[in-house]
């Protein structure tokens, strides 16, 4: 709110005017370059600022193993969290990297302003690397339970009382 106040020895006047600014997407990554080792998780998101505020329906993730925007939209859960008037996040998770995951991913996000949108590249790792929640999760490897049964006989003599 703007308030602009004229004086003068006879008397003064208030006059009072709201700004409201209207945007088209600013859509900013999390971490822009991400690795991961086949078969574990990774998660990408993408900050978003707009005013109005994109829809989840605005909020489009694509692949492509190029660097140029475009290619697909991906085949993988993306969740979308709306913070406030004016900023929301999205998230994409891969659960288990494949081969093909590798490449540049690109979130796009509109609203009636026009659009922005963010490129992030994902790389093949020797080593699991942790989520961003800091967590190595999707691993391939798989748990073994083993019963071992161990029978004992018993040589001997009995006792006489």
Known sequence: MYACT???????????????????PVVKPLIKERRQMIGYQITFKCQIEAD????????????????????FEVNHPVTFLERNTIEATSKMVIKRVS????????????NNEGFGL??????????????????????TTKVVSVAVLVLCLLVGQQMRT
């Open 6 to 24: 004229a004086s003068n020895l006879a008397s003064s006047i208030t006059r009072k005017a709201e700004v409201e600014v209207i945007f088209s």
């Open 52 to 71: 109005p505020i994109v829809k989840e329906e605005n909020i489009i993730w694509t692949f492509s193993d190029r660097n140029d925007v475009g290619g």
């Open 99 to 110: 081969k093909s995951d590798f490449g540049y991913y690109t979130c796009t996000a509109t």
């Open 118 to 139: 963010t490129q992030f590249l994902l790389e093949e790792s020797d080593t699991p690397q942790p989520d961003l929640t800091g967590v190595i999760a999707g691993s």
